[in-house]
């Protein structure tokens, strides 16, 4: 049953299209997809969980068998207290490999029942991050082609401070 089941977790501050694209593809090959976010007391992040949430919500609306979630602690602890046996990440250039590759093997070493699947980000994705599309709307300038449409005022008001 659990075998069903996929966890993305992420800091998602905010969700991207990068995030889409490989929550999307998740979605065709798993029964349920848990996209799940850390809540992190250390790192504040520049959008509440709570927005976090909504904003994910919003953009995963038309994905039946995708849901959102959120945890705080270690991710294999939410495994186990879920269930979940898969946690999908997306790799997009090397740069991201070492750092995945440490977080794979700690959470195997943890918890050898979780296996973490890679999938390679999209081309047209490969360069975008949260980073970036928070660094470019702080400067006003046009983030139309990397967050998912629904919530892109949500972004921009946030990072602009014009709704905080
Ligand atoms: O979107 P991000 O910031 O790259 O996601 C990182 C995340 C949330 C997947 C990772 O930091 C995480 O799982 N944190 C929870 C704490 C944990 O389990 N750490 C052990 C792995 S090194």
Redesign the pocket.
Known sequence: MSHNVCVY?????PVTKGHMDIITRAAKLFPEVVV???I?PAKAGSFTVEKRLNMLRKACAHLENVRVDH?D??????MHKTGAKV?V?GLRAVSDFE?EF??AQ??HQ?APDVETLFMMTSPECAYLS?SVVREIARFDGDISDFVPPCILEDVKNTLTGNNQ
């Open positions: 977790p992420g800091s998602f501050d799940a976010v850390l992190n945890f602690g270690l991710l294999v602890d939410y946690v990440r750092n440490q977080m700690v959470n943890m949260s």
